[in-house]
């Protein structure tokens, strides 16, 4: 029988078609690009908070989700009066350790 108490990891990422993003909480401390696997030191959405999701219809309209997104949802980071949306999450899962030295050394 597994945990059955609270989320306690607070590290997941959320993968683009392009572009993984690696939250703390709801904080973005890392993004790597797919292609390439570099780590993008000079990105809108690194320490912005995500402030939610949004999902686009088949119509053109584009409705809010609320809480984390999820998949099928673009990611909505509010940056300093520029918002950023990204393109449709396609994955959520959770860093690899390796990954977690990095972020010390992006902070």
Do not use: K
């Not at 945990?3 to 909480?25: A, D």
């Not at 709801?26 to 320490?47: E, F, I, N, S, Y």
């Amino acid at each position: 029988m597994g945990y059955q108490g609270s989320e306690r990891r607070v590290h997941r990422i959320f993968v683009t078609r392009n572009t993984e993003y690696h939250l703390r909480q709801d904080c973005c401390v890392a993004v790597r690009d797919r292609t390439t696997g570099q780590w993008l030191r000079a990105h809108m959405a690194l320490r912005q908070r995500i402030a939610g999701g949004i999902r686009f219809q088949a119509s053109g309209g584009i409705v809010p989700t609320p809480g984390l997104p999820q998949i099928g949802d673009s990611l909505l980071f509010e940056a300093s009066g520029r918002d950023l949306i990204t393109s449709t999450v396609l994955e959520i899962g959770r860093p690899p350790v390796e990954a977690l030295s990095f972020y010390q050394q992006a902070s």
